[in-house]
């Protein structure tokens, strides 16, 4: 095996136009390996905003879905064409790939020319949301053409995704939630590495001082979507007449905003260091996404010493400890988060802070960045 400096490894990921976890894996991948190329879909920077400066001066090498009509707009329906567009990729000439993917096929790549053969690693976010019935960011089937449009190519999405799912590479789940589901769909084996969170690590002091942090009012973070079920957390708040931070942004904004009371703030998308202060503030994350693939941001909420009233479901179930550094609600309803985080209220002394940070250091990037490198020694 050569040693690591010595490997050619090339990256690739679905596309570059958001910013959330799955790319905070990218990240974290390309500070392990900074020569390496990242290939992908497309790169779009606009649509990254104030995150496209994270990726300056990489090696971004995208596919011929550039080369379609309005592919920026319309990078959803052409996942008919991603699997085609990255089995073009051709990179056996590298010792590792290591692919990052979830609905966008970046596993396809070819990895396999003749006697030339790359050991190729898929980081699995999830097999596709879309694909397998869980919830989605947009709700395709309420329209009857997206309905039909949709369920048709989903269908031969399906198939082909569990063809290319039997390529020889190893597969790695990034929760034991995960981890079912590849085994479910896929009929596959995986090895678990939660994926990197942004955990600071605080002084002495600053550890003992969180047992004296208290918070002034209930946040979520993340994206404005169908299936992360902001409107609980802002239906409930409301009626509890408590306040509510949103972080985030998403098409579902407007809707949200009619809905929501007077302690309700929107703040929009927010740097890192505004991010830090507000979960600093907070006296609990509420985090109603449902089936959840892994959950960065109850980590970094953790992270901040601060507790999280979650939906019993998915990856949390893996990082939330009941009872010491957070909640479980059963239902997906306002009348099950009020009684939680009424629940919460008359019980928020018992949680410490320090313990809940301490918890939180266990996801750290380092812990992340240490497994891929022993994973990739090992095999």
């Known amino acids: 095996m050569k040693k690591k400096k010595d490997l050619k490894v090339a990256l690739v990921h679905d596309y570059l136009r958001e910013y959330g976890g799955a790319e905070r894996v990218v990240e974290a991948l390309h500070e392990l390996f900074p020569d390496a190329p990242v290939y992908t879909a497309f790169f779009d920077p606009d649509a990254l905003g104030m995150h496209a400066g994270r990726f300056d001066g990489w090696d971004i090498r995208e596919t011929w879905i550039t080369k379609l009509p309005f592919y920026k707009k319309l990078f959803s329906p052409y996942r008919i064409f991603a699997p085609k567009a990255f089995e073009s990729l051709d990179l056996s000439e590298y010792d590792v790939v290591i692919s990052s993917t979830n609905a966008y096929f970046a596993k396809a790549v070819t990895t396999q020319s003749g006697s030339k053969k790359a050991n190729h690693y898929c980081y699995c976010h999830t097999p596709a949301r879309s694909l397998y019935g869980y919830t989605t960011m947009t709700d395709w089937k309420r329209n009857p053409f997206t309905r039909v449009i949709g369920t048709l190519m989903n269908h031969y999405l399906r198939v082909v995704d569990f063809q290319i799912a039997q390529h020889d590479f ?206 990739i020694s090992s095999l």
Do not use: W
Request: with cysteine; glycine share 8%; hydrophobic share 35%.
């Open 170 to 375: 190893k597969f790695i789940a990034n929760s034991g939630e995960t981890k079912r589901r590849i085994a479910k769909f896929y009929r596959r084996d995986s090895v678990v590495i939660f994926p990197p969170v942004d955990v600071q690590k605080v002084s002495d002091t600053e550890h003992k001082n969180l047992k004296k942090r208290s918070g002034d009012y209930y946040l979520y973070v993340g994206r404005l979507a169908a299936s992360k079920h902001v409107d609980l957390a802002i239906k409930a708040c409301t009626q509890l007449g408590v306040q509510l931070k949103v972080v985030g942004s998403g098409k579902g904004e407007e809707y949200l905003r009619s809905m929501a009371g007077p302690s309700i703030e929107f703040l929009g998308g927010v740097t890192d260091e505004v991010l830090h202060d507000v979960y600093a503030g907070a006296k609990a994350l509420i985090f109603p996404a449902e089936d959840e693939d892994f959950g960065i941001v109850p980590i970094e909420a953790m992270g901040h010493g601060v507790p999280v009233l979650a939906h019993r479901s998915g990856g949390p179930r893996e990082t939330i400890l009941e009872g010491k550094t957070g909640l479980f609600f059963d239902e997906l309803t306002v009348k099950s988060l009020v009684e939680k985080m009424q629940q919460f209220e008359t019980e928020e002394k018992k949680f410490n802070s320090s313990a809940i940070y301490t918890h939180a250091l266990e996801f750290r990037k380092e812990r992340f960045q240490k497994e891929i490198v022993e994973l």
